[in-house]
Nanobody, 127 residues
Framework: VQLQASGGGLVQAGDSLRLSCAAS????????TGWFRQAPGKEREFVAA????????YYAESVKGRFTISRDNVKNQVYLQMNRLIPEDTAVYYC?????????????????????WGQGTQVTVSS
């Protein structure tokens, strides 16, 4: 599975962006997908995750109520709708997918759960 994140850019505080994560190769069929971000000088952190069915979603407290994760399994795409962006959202955003048949114990918010990673897309929010 190869993941390609896109949709980043330079926006002003209060604006919106939608990130997309496209999968090629084998599909996400059995896998949850997550978004993580890494700001300059900081460690990569969890943003949001969604199960294969889409019935369950998970968010970091810092983005809850502003970001929405969704997926279209027919198109092999996962999206992150980001509204009311703030300068603290500035980071490189990565999408990640768990391996088919994942049976580990790491939670959806943990980077350890995810095996496939995209190359990242830059989001910059100016004040």
């Amino acid at each position: 599975v190869q993941l390609q994140a896109s949709g980043g850019g330079l926006v002003q505080a209060g604006d919106s962006l939608r990130l997309s994560c496209a999968a090629s190769g084998r599909t996400f069929r059995s896998g949850a997908t997550g978004w993580f971000r890494q700001a300059p000088g900081k460690e990569r952190e969890f943003v949001a995750a969604i199960t294969w069915s889409g019935r369950n979603t998970y968010y970091a407290e810092s983005v809850k109520g502003r970001f929405t994760i969704s997926r279209d399994n027919v198109k092999n795409q996962v999206y992150l709708q980001m509204n009311r962006l703030i300068p603290e959202d500035t980071a490189v955003y990565y999408c990640a997918a768990e391996q088919l048949g994942y049976s580990g114990s790491s939670y959806y918010t943990s980077q350890a759960r995810y095996y496939y990673w995209g190359q990242g897309t830059q989001v910059t929010v100016s004040s």
